[in-house]
């Protein structure tokens, strides 16, 4: 079992700046890689941004040059750094993660963390 919660959401200013968390817990042997989606109302849920285990770093048009994905594996965590936030980034973030679990691989997600910006 693989349990993923994040932290850091909350009401910002446009212009402000937010630090998301995840950490991973359970029994699993290794995470491959992790990464953000979120949702906004009446929408789908979408990609934001993905870090892999090499370190290498994907991102959505959408948040490219405000946002930064990283992760410490020691903690087995992941954050997202948004900077210069935008009414439309509101959403609730959910973090994911594709773990080894025994003999397989499989995908997990988190309960989710709402961030509402503020115009």
């Known amino acids: 079992q693989v349990q993923l919660v994040e932290s850091g959401g909350g009401l910002v200013q446009a212009g402000g700046s937010l630090r998301l968390s995840c950490a991973a817990s359970?029994?699993?042997?290794?995470?491959?890689?992790m990464g953000w989606y979120r949702q906004a109302p009446g929408k789908q849920r979408e990609w934001v941004a993905r870090?892999?285990?090499?370190?290498?770093?994907n991102y959505a048009d959408s948040v490219k040059g405000r946002f930064t994905i990283s992760r410490d594996n020691a903690k087995n965590t992941v954050y997202l750094q948004m900077n210069s936030l935008k009414p439309e980034d509101t959403a609730v973030y959910y973090c994911?993660?594709?773990?080894?679990?025994?003999?397989?691989?499989?995908?997990?997600w988190g309960q989710g963390t709402r961030v509402t910006v503020s115009s």
């Open positions: 359970g029994r699993f042997f290794s995470i491959n890689d």
């Open positions: 994911n993660a594709n773990v080894r679990v025994g003999e397989s691989n499989g995908n997990y």
């Open positions: 870090i892999f285990s090499g370190g290498s770093t």
